[in-house]
C-alpha cells in the first residue's frame, strides 16, 4: 500500500493522519507496516483523504486519478 509514501510526500505526521481520520496513531503505523489492513470503509476514507483512487493507494495502477 502506498500510504507512508503519500503521507510523507504532503508532510503529514502518522498522528496529524490519525487525528484527521478520526482513528489513532497506532493503526496508522499498523496500515504502513502491514502488521493490519484496512477494511473498505477506511480505504475509502484514506483514498479520499490524499485524492487517489483506492486502486493506486493498493497499487493496482500508477494512476492516481479517479476514473482515467
Request: aromatic share 6%; charged share 30%; glycine share 6%.
Amino acid at each position: 500500500m502506498r500510504l507512508k509514501e503519500l503521507r510523507k510526500a504532503r508532510g503529514i505526521s502518522q498522528l496529524k493522519l490519525a487525528m484527521d481520520l478520526s482513528t489513532n496513531q497506532n493503526t496508522i503505523s499498523r496500515y504502513e507496516t502491514g502488521e493490519r489492513e484496512p477494511g473498505i470503509t477506511e480505504l475509502i476514507a484514506l483514498a479520499d483523504y490524499f485524492g487517489v483512487s483506492v486502486d493506486y493507494l493498493l497499487e493496482r495502477t500508477d494512476n492516481p486519478l479517479m476514473n482515467q
